[in-house]
């Protein structure tokens, strides 16, 4: 019996120091890998990047983006950004640059939404 009751005590030692060891262990390193709250803040800091780029920083961006598309007249695009909202105003020459214009807005980072208001330029015999 006292063999028994011996091998309790000295079971629940051992849980008990398994579990002050984890908690320790715990508490240096800030939490488990697999808490929820440790695996939202990445998105989050990522998210905050996009939504806090400066509008010149993305107006400069999208006009970058224009310069690698092909077959795109960026000559009368006038291009303004608002909180990742950009507006694509003017005249192209294709109807076709239109929604090109329109995708390579979009593919900015920050870029939230885009407003294609780009027209098609009518000649003077139009």
Do not use: W
Not at 35 to 42: C, E, F, G, L, V
Not at 102 to 120: D, M, P, Y
């Amino acid at each position: 019996m006292k063999t028994n009751g011996a091998s309790r005590i000295i079971g629940a030692l051992f849980a008990v120091a398994i579990a002050s060891c984890a908690t320790y262990a715990n508490a240096q390193t800030g939490g488990m890998p697999n808490d929820a709250s440790m695996q939202s803040q990445p998105a989050a800091a990522a998210s905050n990047r996009n939504n806090n780029r400066s509008d010149s920083a993305i107006v400069r961006d999208v006009r970058r983006a224009f310069t690698r598309t092909t077959s795109l007249n960026t000559a009368n695009i006038h291009v303004a950004a608002r909180h990742g909202t950009v507006t694509l105003t003017g005249t192209v020459p294709r109807e076709s640059q239109i929604e090109r214009a329109g995708n390579a807005a979009s593919s900015v980072r920050g870029v939230s939404s885009v407003q294609n208001q780009l027209t098609v330029r009518r000649g003077a015999g139009d």
